[in-house]
């Protein structure tokens, strides 16, 4: 699978962002694709996964009111939207094939392709 990011860069505190990720190269017909974000010192963590076999979306717990995810089926693309944001939610976000969601947060134990990664920077 191939998965190509798009969005990404520099905001204000409190703005917005939109993260955009397009599939290609699914052997499957049902698959899932999310984001996973890593900042500098910490261990990446899982922000949100969708599935295309139902449309059911998942958001981690402690990023709800805030972050959402959307998918088209047919595109194989998905959007990560996010406002509010927060210092704290700068790292390099990755989109990922293979995502689960094991409340409350979106995991990648069985990810099979990792996208290259965009950098999002919140800062004054």
């Known amino acids: 699978v191939q998965l190509v990011e798009s969005g990404g860069g520099l905001v204000q505190p409190g703005g917005s962002l939109r993260l955009s990720c397009a599939a290609s190269?699914?052997?499957?017909?049902?698959?899932?694709i999310g984001w996973f974000r890593q900042s500098a010192g910490r261990e990446r963590e899982g922000v949100a996964c969708?599935?295309?076999?139902?449309?059911?979306?998942y958001i981690t717990d402690s990023m709800k009111g805030r972050f959402t995810i959307s998918g088209d089926n047919a595109k194989k693309t998905i959007d990560l939207q996010m406002s509010s944001l927060k210092p704290e939610d700068t790292a390099v976000y990755y989109c990922?094939?293979?995502?689960?969601?094991?409340?409350?947060?979106?995991?990648?134990?069985?990810?099979?392709?990792w996208g290259q990664g965009t950098q999002i920077t919140v800062s004054s």
């Open positions: 190269g699914f052997a499957t017909v049902d698959w899932s």
């Open positions: 990922a094939a293979g995502c689960e969601y094991i409340k409350p947060s979106a995991v990648d134990t069985w990810v099979s392709s």
């Open positions: 969708f599935f295309n076999d139902d449309g059911k979306t």
